[in-house]
């Protein structure tokens, strides 16, 4: 599985974010051990959420406009519908929710943390 630089440094953000997160979160959760399982379990979905849109937006670009563009939706909404799915996974298996919505959210910072990085370097 083949990924861009940018993706490369968006994962590395990403982590970065969960383990400052983790570290600052330590001081202030009390079952820790829970809350680690849910911000892990989403952050590797948040992780799985950015290779997804990678390789959709590379598959979408060889294709026509309009097919692209309904190809873009529906993948758009199937995404949509994972973050439901993991959203149920967690509270069937109790995971801590609140760990679980960070880990999602990740991806976000990332994305705007990179960028900014990536734009004082030029």
């Known amino acids: 599985m083949k990924i861009s630089n940018t993706s490369k ?4 953000m990403i982590i970065a974010l969960f383990f ?5 979160s330590t001081f202030f959760i009390d079952n820790i051990k829970s809350f680690f399982i849910g911000f892990s379990f ?8 950015l290779i997804l849109i990678e390789k959709t937006l590379i598959k979408a670009l ?3 406009g309009k097919k692209a563009s ?9 995404r949509y519908f994972l973050t439901f799915a993991v959203l149920l ?22 994305t705007y943390i990179t960028k900014f990085k990536n734009k004082s370097n030029i």
Not at 20 to 24: E, V
């Open 9 to 12: 440094q968006i994962i590395i």
């Open 20 to 24: 400052i997160i983790f570290g600052i």
């Open 42 to 49: 989403g952050t590797i979905f948040s992780i799985l959420k």
């Open 62 to 64: 060889d294709m026509p």
């Open 70 to 78: 309904n190809y873009i939706r529906v993948h758009y909404t199937l």
């Open 89 to 110: 996974i967690a509270v069937y298996k109790n995971f801590n929710i609140i760990g679980v919505i960070l880990g999602i959210l990740l991806l976000l910072p990332a």
